[in-house]
């Protein structure tokens, strides 16, 4: 027996190998460590697990450098017991078996204290904008042109006794963008419905298109006008993407609206839709999330909200409590993880001086990986 196996075997003893179950997870999961002295150097390190009925199982083969192991192949409640082997040359040294230990879930992961901090703060200030604004206090959003010319887009329309198309994008009602342009719709035939619009609705979502009659049936009967209400001009064309493009574009050609709305989810025939619009000659808005298309409406059209103004144009326009606190609140939570991620690299700057390094506690708390 050579010097490093009298080392390992003087050494590398049951108090060197420790089990746990491993904190803050959704359980089946074991943490193995275990120590080796500094002076042994060993080849290769053979984990070995035993279960309930005493069968053993080699749970991985390590280099011998590691010093712990995660085992994820283990079941919920059930008592494991494992040890360590080292391996120089032709020899193997084990260690004892370590004391029985069992996985279980955490209810509460205590690694995210922060996102629960974070969480709470800003939901009250979400719920402090919201009854802020049903008290009747002003709640300040900077102006967004697109949306100030929605009102003259329609009375254009009126005017000219041409009708107003609506798209709501190519997005399924799962999409965040398709939701903020159903809410925009409502608002714009609430306002068609006062001045006697005509609103053409074209979908290529069946279940958008479903929603999208309703909250137009909805915004003509808050405006005291249900009887103008016409289901058939929410209509259902097809779910085929350049089918969908071409039978809007013939639309536009045929009927000369005076408006045209693009709200919504975009893709390759944003172009298409927004070139075609503007050849009629039509008061064009659109919005859309993607980065991709907003080039192509800032080009074709005359205005366009961008990104996150499409999400605040049902609270710009409706002026309702629940939305615009809502806006409020968000925009104040932003404000508050700037603040944080300027201070956190103050202190991350900091905390590199030695006579300064409890500074990196403090950084511990905003981990969130």
């Known amino acids: ?85 080292a391996v120089a040359g032709a020899d193997t040294v084990w260690s004892a078996w370590s004391a029985v230990v069992s996985s279980s879930p955490q209810f509460f992961n ?12 800003f939901f009250a200030l979400v719920i ?29 329309a009126t005017e000219m006794g041409k009708p107003i198309v609506y798209v709501p994008g190519l997005g399924s009602v799962a999409d965040i963008a398709t939701i903020a342009s159903l809410n925009i719709l409502g608002e714009v035939a609430k306002k068609t419905a006062q ?80 070139e075609t619009g503007a050849t009629t000659g039509a008061i064009q808005i659109a919005g859309t999330d993607s980065v991709f298309q907003l080039p192509f409406f800032i080009t074709a059209c005359d205005y366009t909200l961008i990104g996150e103004e499409l999400y605040a144009a049902s609270a710009y326009l409706s002026r309702e409590p629940l939305l615009l606190g809502s806006l409020k609140g968000q925009d104040y939570g932003k404000l508050l993880i700037i603040v944080i991620v300027f201070l956190g690299s103050v202190l991350l700057l900091l905390s590199k001086i030695p006579a300064l390094g409890f500074f990196s506690n403090i950084l511990n708390f905003f981990n969130v990986s």
């Open 1 to 85: 027996m050579n010097l490093i196996l009298f080392l390992l075997i003087s050494t590398f003893i049951p108090p060197f190998i420790s089990v746990r179950d491993t904190p803050n997870d959704a359980g089946k999961s074991i943490t193995v460590s275990w120590e080796l002295p500094e002076a042994v150097t060993v080849e290769a390190l053979v984990l070995e697990r035993m279960g309930a009925d005493e069968q053993t199982v080699t749970v991985a083969t390590l280099p011998g450098t590691e010093q712990g192991y995660v085992d994820e192949d283990v079941t919920d409640r059930q008592p494991y017991r494992y040890r360590v082997a």
């Open 110 to 121: 205590w690694a995210r204290v922060n996102i629960l901090v974070a969480m709470l703060i």
């Open 195 to 274: 001045y006697d619009s005509a609103l053409l609705v074209p979908n290529r979502d069946p279940i958008v298109y479903t929603v999208a009659r309703e909250v137009v049936k909805e915004a003509y009967t808050k405006a005291g006008r249900p009887d103008a209400f016409k289901p058939d001009n929410i209509f259902f064309v097809t779910s085929e993407q350049f089918a969908y493009a071409a039978a809007v574009d013939g639309l536009m050609v045929r009927e000369k609206p005076a408006t045209n709305f693009f709200l919504g989810t975009f893709w390759a025939e944003s172009l298409i839709l927004a």
């Open 128 to 156: 402090y904008f919201i009854e802020h604004a049903k008290a009747g206090r002003y709640l300040f959003v900077r102006r967004i042109a697109g949306l100030d010319a929605v009102e003259e887009a329609v009375g254009r």
